[in-house]
């Protein structure tokens, strides 16, 4: 893969996603949430999606918009269920969209492993529960694990703080979250930064997605979102 | 904390924070639980880790001090303390699931207490068909913490009790609570009672055979079981 490129317009750097792809979304509710990228990937009209994400859409703005659109054929996250998540209950009720619920490190691991090369991996987590049914059990050393499997992506899109010209990322405070193992774990990884700095201009020490994980870059204008939700 | 009542929440949460080891990572749920940081003073030195991608997490920020892009796991603005530190979802939960956190409280809709389902924790799915699931970072809480304290009403709005010999929910883990702190008693689940019960540490404003009356599952006083080792 070539070095990543940098694109002057959301919508260019969406270009290409095809009818059918797994989409990683980053974000924890609005913290992280490339709402720019999201925007361009409704207008750009791929349909059919799977979305892996922490959440499945606050409010009526980025994951929920896409919802909303009626792009997606399938959400694959942790927490659905949320005061203001009323896009999709009200999907999720009429039968209009697939529910995989996913417990949260499992989404982390399970991207994590696909990103590392990792083909599958015991987990502790979920065991004698209903999320770990149907799933191959291992007792190890004592202790009881559910086999679980990795989540790639065709494509990922997240949010960072400031990208250098060769892709290495920088993150802010919680927003981090999901971005770091979604950059990883998807064929093509997309990010919107708030500032695309000089390379050399960012601390090697302090890179925390390094380049190789970057396909795509674009620089948004700041992020104008609230906690509340309202953009 | 003596009472001769039974306590509300916030002082349930006071309870709770007197019994956090001092200097321990400690996970608080979301909901009833947050409660209990307004109880940890810095002279404890309890460091607090939100499953989004912080240790030494602070209070809730306010005013000025509000950044979209630092939120708890409730998406509800916090501030930094010294020393805190940044990390990314995946390493977040191993460290959970690593074993390195020392407790974390949860709430409960239900937490069995008899026989081989004694610590059993239900609280993501009622079951209910029309129930949206929602497990968030709970059955990897639930198995990850060295300790799982419970935060609850021992009854239901409906008055149906809470601590049960078996859960009739969805499980979030099997044998994963150690103690359940509730406005009425406070239960340990991580020593064996003779009958395959619970101990009760204390209790708010009711005596233990009146409580005894109100549960189905076999409780023991806390002060007779270490008289009889």
């Not at chain 1, 922490?54 to 918009?65: I, S």
């Not at chain 1, 007792?139 to 997240?158: F, M, N, S, W």
């Not at chain 2, 509000?66 to 530190?85: F, H, M, R, S, W």
Request: charged content about 20%; some cysteine.
């Amino acid at each position: 893969m070539a070095k990543a490129r940098t694109f002057d317009t959301v919508d260019e750097a969406v270009a290409g996603i095809e009818d059918g792809s797994t989409v990683l979304v980053g974000g924890f509710g609005f913290a992280g949430m490339p709402f720019d990228l999201i925007d361009a990937l409704i207008r750009q009209g791929a349909k059919d999606l799977t979305v892996v994400s922490n959440n499945a859409g606050n409010g009526e703005v980025g994951l929920a918009a896409l919802l909303q659109a009626g792009r997606v054929r399938k959400v694959v996250c942790s927490f659905p269920r949320q005061s203001d998540s009323y896009v999709f209950d009200d999907l999720y009720r009429a039968g209009r969209i697939e529910l995989e619920v996913v417990p949260q490190g499992n989404l982390a691991e399970r991207m994590r492993a696909a990103g590392a090369g990792i083909g599958a991996f015991f987990c502790p987590t979920a065991v004698g529960t209903p999320l770990a049914e149907g799933k191959e059990l291992r007792t190890i050393e004592g202790r009881d694990y559910v086999l679980e499997y990795p989540i790639k992506g065709d494509y990922a899109l997240i949010s960072a703080h400031a990208a250098d010209g060769v892709g290495n990322l920088v993150y802010r405070k919680t927003a981090r979250n999901f971005g770091p193992v979604m950059a990883t774990a998807a064929a093509t990884t997309i990010v919107q930064v708030d500032r695309v700095v000089e390379t050399g201009s960012l601390d090697p020490e302090a890179v925390v997605t390094p380049s190789i994980y970057v396909d795509r870059i674009v620089q948004v204008r700041a992020r104008q979102y609230t906690v509340e939700g309202a953009r | 904390m003596a009472s001769d009542k039974p306590l509300d929440m916030d002082e349930l949460a006071a309870v709770i924070a007197r019994d956090i080891p001092e200097g321990s990572f400690v996970n608080l749920g979301i909901g009833q639980p947050t409660k209990i940081a307004d109880h940890l003073t810095p002279e404890m030195g309890v460091v607090l880790h939100t499953e989004n991608g912080m240790l030494g997490m602070g209070r809730a920020a306010v005013g000025e001090e509000i950044d979209p892009d630092l939120t708890n796991a409730g998406k509800v603005p916090v501030i930094e303390t010294p020393g805190c530190a940044y990390f990314h979802h995946a390493d977040s939960f191993a460290m959970m699931r690593g074993g390195h956190l020392d407790v974390c409280v949860l709430g409960a809709f239900q937490v069995a207490g008899s026989g081989v389902h004694r610590g059993d924790l239900a609280n993501w799915h009622t079951g209910r068909p029309d129930d949206i699931p929602a497990v968030g970072g709970a059955m990897d809480l639930a198995i990850g913490a060295k300790q799982v304290f419970v935060m609850m009403s021992l009854f239901a709005k409906n008055g149906a009790p809470k601590l049960v010999p078996e859960c009739t929910y969805p499980l979030t883990g099997v044998g994963c609570v150690s103690r359940v702190y509730t406005d009425l008693a406070v239960f340990d689940l991580a020593d064996a009672s003779s009958d395959g019960g619970v101990v009760v540490r204390e209790t708010f404003g009711i005596d233990l055979d009146d409580l005894q009356t109100r549960l189905e599952v076999p409780l023991t006083p806390a002060g007779t079981l270490a008289a009889a080792r």
